[in-house]
T-cell receptor, first 111, second 116 residues
Framework: KQEVTQIPAALSVPEGENLVLNCSFT??????LQWFRQDPGKGLTSLLL?????REQTSGRLNASLDKSSGRSTLYIAASQPGDSATYLC??????????FGAGTTVTVRA | GAVVSQHPSRVICKSGTSVKIECRSL??????MFWYRQFPKQSLMLMAT?????????EQGVEKDKFLINHASLTLSTLTVTSAHPEDSSFYIC????????????FGPGTRLTVL
């Protein structure tokens, strides 16, 4: 059974600092890994999707890396802003086409 | 493109009643839809996989007679929580997999269910 772990569970940084969020998974038999953003009481917003054959994906200030063999992914958010405050979820798509989610990292960016 | 809606966004009901939640893919056809449940400060847990025209597949520990799923068309799946109890209070999120594309799901905005 796939287990997805996200560390840290919570993170508070001053505005302008870079954010580093970690995700690890136990089974490397995945099609892809996806990072989502979730605001309180809201649904999921997809940020980046990395196919299993890829090493990283970038979108604006966001960069995500994937090391499938070691079961790790890292989401980097450069020059954080208060609007980046949210919970960030990592999810992997297994060969059964089911997504397994981590518990998330709750980020607070202080102005 | 790839928009998924859920209705209602929020519902409050009395214990013992049934509640239906709709999940619609607005601009694509979805042969497969997924239902997730999220308790406060926890992650999403897959409840069931809904395939158009066939019975849903439930994850271990999810009661199929309590959480009725119907996927009658390529754009609509419904989840009915029967005889709801306060412990069923949760955030329910659906996702839809575009027809022919197995490696990506698009998520709805979620439904907050509160059972009194």
């Amino acid at each position: 059974k796939q287990e997805v772990t996200q560390i840290p569970a919570a993170l508070s940084v001053p505005e302008g600092e870079n954010l580093v969020l970690n995700c690890s998974f136990t089974d490397s038999a995945i099609y892809n890994l996806q990072w989502f953003r979730q605001d309180p009481g809201k649904g999921l917003t997809s940020l980046l999707l990395i196919q299993s054959s890829q090493r990283e994906q970038t979108s604006g200030r966001l960069n995500a890396s994937l090391d499938k063999s070691s079961g790790r992914s890292t989401l980097y958010i450069a020059a954080s802003q208060p609007g980046d405050s949210a919970t960030y979820l990592c999810a992997v798509l297994g060969y059964d086409y089911k997504l397994s989610f981590g518990a998330g990292t709750t980020v607070t960016v202080r102005a | 493109g790839a928009v998924v809606s859920q209705h209602p966004s929020r519902v409050i009901c009395k214990s013992g009643t049934s509640v239906k939640i709709e999940c619609r893919s607005l601009d694509f056809q979805a042969t497969t839809m997924f239902w997730y449940r999220q308790f406060p400060k926890q992650s999403l847990m897959l409840m069931a996989t809904s395939n158009e025209g066939s019975k849903a597949t439930y994850e271990q520990g999810v009661e199929k007679d309590k959480f009725l799923i119907n996927h009658a068309s390529l754009t609509l799946s419904t989840l009915t929580v029967t005889s709801a109890h306060p412990e069923d209070s949760s955030f329910y999120i659906c996702s839809a997999e575009p027809r022919g594309a197995h490696n990506e799901q698009f998520f709805g905005p979620g439904t907050r269910l509160t059972v009194l």
